[in-house]
Antibody, heavy 123, light 113 residues
Framework: EVQVVQSGAELKKPGESLKISCEAS????????IGWVRQMPGKGLEWMGM????????RYSPSFQGQVTFSVDKSISAAYVQWSSLKASDTGIYYC????????????????WGQGTSVTVSS | DIVMTQSPDSLAVSLGERATINCKSS????????????LAWFQQKPGQPPKLLFY???TRESGVSDRFSGSGSGTDFTLTISSLQAEDVAVYYC?????????FGQGTRLEIK
């Protein structure tokens, strides 16, 4: 059974650093992209980018390029997003999600979502 | 960026009636190499992560009720719920994964009338 479990809620101050995690199980982690999606309070979904677990190839949305860093630890099937200096505008729920693709390279969809990590940045 | 525009922003439908949500992409999301539209629909209930309903515009994800259907071509796509049930109250998003940055529609809030 595929499972994607994210780390718990965070309360941080502006300027602090943060790294949140997403642990996957039940599938071949190294063979899939993991995407990150932000949802600001009461708002819609924003695609931040994605990372290929096998070789850490990353694709960032221009809106998030330079603001966050994606990484993976293949040894524990985990993906991460980190901030070096948080801002109040980083407040929101962050979801990780698996991008399913067929062996032919045909993308299927973002199918398995984590439960979300709530990040609150406030002084 | 490909802009995804949903209509309406909110919708109230009586139980048992049909609900229709539209999504228009600013550019084609058709992938010639695979003959597929890279267009998905998600359902998000309060306090929950999004749930995949459809991919390739009209392929229903396993376990999704057949009251839901996805259709469309070109740059116009539709999500239809044939007979609204109480558990369908949610926000629905269309999503293109054809061109990076991938993008979502703004969401359509579906309520019971």
């Amino acid at each position: 059974e595929v499972q994607v479990v994210q780390s718990g809620a965070e309360l941080k101050k502006p300027g602090e650093s943060l790294k949140i995690s997403c642990e996957a199980s039940g599938y071949a982690f190294n063979s899939y992209w993991i995407g990150w999606v932000r949802q600001m309070p009461g708002k819609g979904l924003e695609w931040m980018g994605m990372i290929y677990a096998g070789d850490s190839d990353t694709r960032y949305s221009p809106s998030f390029q330079g603001q966050v860093t994606f990484s993976v630890d293949k040894s524990i099937s985990a993906a991460y997003v980190q901030w070096s200096s948080l801002k109040a505008s980083d407040t929101g729920i962050y979801y990780c999600v698996r991008l399913d693709a067929l062996h032919s390279g045909l993308l299927r969809a973002f199918d398995f979502w984590g439960q979300g990590t709530s990040v609150t940045v406030s002084s | 960026d490909i802009v995804m525009t949903q209509s309406p922003d909110s919708l109230a439908v009586s139980l048992g009636e049909r609900a229709t949500i539209n999504c228009k992409s600013s550019q084609s999301v058709f992938k010639r190499s695979s003959d597929k539209y890279y267009l998905a629909w998600f359902q998000q209930k309060p306090g929950q992560p999004p749930k995949l309903l459809f991919y390739w515009a009209s392929t229903r994800e396993s376990g999704v009720s057949d009251r839901f259907s996805g259709s469309g071509s070109g740059t116009d796509f539709t999500l239809t719920i044939s007979s609204l049930q109480a558990e369908d109250v949610a926000v629905y998003y269309c999503h293109q994964y054809h061109t990076i940055p991938y993008t979502f529609g703004q969401g359509t809030r579906l309520e019971i009338k």
